[in-house]
């Protein structure tokens, strides 16, 4: 995920060539204090650097902003637009994500039908301010035992904590600080490339 307020130093769409160059495939910017213009301006300049790259872009909260940029989708949080409200703006082609924190957001998503979920704080993180109880790895395989609708688990994953994440059930993960902190952005994300359960490690 893209989040400026993280590495202020470098320009968001440097550290989206950066990571694609390095596999990552599907990115999230994250702005909570532009402005819309401001945010417009960044994300078209993300949109242009993920088409060139061959990754997928979502925008975080705003499906205005989403559709002004022709991202491939948007990220909701459980304050922002419905799903069903999202949907009818955005088509039945963009991606919809929305965020869930507990067992009960998660039952109501399997009626709301994002195509995928967001889960978290798995662990404890100062990337948000203001966050949800963190639900450890117990809360995370109740919630996958909920639904079969493909989740991301968030909040303060590393490397090491790759394994234990993919075998409590998620589909995958959303990083901020593990890779964009990171001194080196290519040796943080081949490190969660080499942390990646294969099936014969989950056997
Ligand atoms: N939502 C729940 S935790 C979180 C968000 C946006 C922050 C994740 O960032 P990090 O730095 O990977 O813990
Ligand atoms: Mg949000």
Same mark, same amino acid.
Do not use: W
């Given at each position: 995920m893209l989040d400026p307020t993280v590495r202020p130093d470098r320009p968001l769409p440097d550290l989206l060539r950066e990571a694609a160059a390095h596999g990552v495939r599907l990115f999230q910017y994250r702005d909570k204090q532009a402005t819309m213009r401001e945010a417009y301006a960044k994300a078209l300049a993300l949109r242009q650097a993920a088409s060139d790259a061959g990754a997928l872009l979502i925008v975080n909260d705003r499906c205005d902003l989403?559709?002004?940029?022709?991202?491939?989708?948007? =990220?909701?949080?459980?304050?922002? #637009?419905?799903?069903?409200? %999202?949907?009818?703006? @955005?088509?039945?082609?963009?991606?919809?994500?929305?965020?869930?924190?507990?067992?009960?957001?998660?039952?109501?998503?399997?009626?709301a039908q994002p195509d995928y979920v967001g889960f978290g704080p798995i662990f404890s993180?100062?990337?948000?301010?203001? =966050?949800?109880?963190?639900?450890? #790895?117990?809360?995370?395989? %109740?919630?996958?035992? @909920?639904?079969?609708?493909?989740?991301?688990?968030?909040g303060g994953i590393t490397a090491e904590s790759l394994g234990e994440i993919m075998a409590a059930g998620a589909?995958?993960?959303?990083?901020?600080s593990a890779i964009l902190k990171a001194p080196d952005l290519g040796a943080a994300i081949r490190a969660f490339q080499q942390h990646v359960p294969t099936p014969d490690s989950q056997a």
């Open positions: 989403a559709m002004a940029v022709n991202a491939d989708g948007v =990220h909701l949080g459980q304050d922002d #637009l419905p799903i069903v409200y %999202a949907r009818q703006l @955005l088509g039945p082609e963009k991606i919809i994500g929305l965020s869930t924190h507990n067992a009960t957001q998660v039952r109501e998503a399997v009626t993180t100062s990337t948000k301010a203001d =966050h949800d109880p963190v639900v450890g #790895l117990e809360g995370l395989r %109740a919630a996958r035992a @909920l639904t079969s609708l493909p989740m991301f688990a968030i589909d995958g993960v959303a990083v901020i």
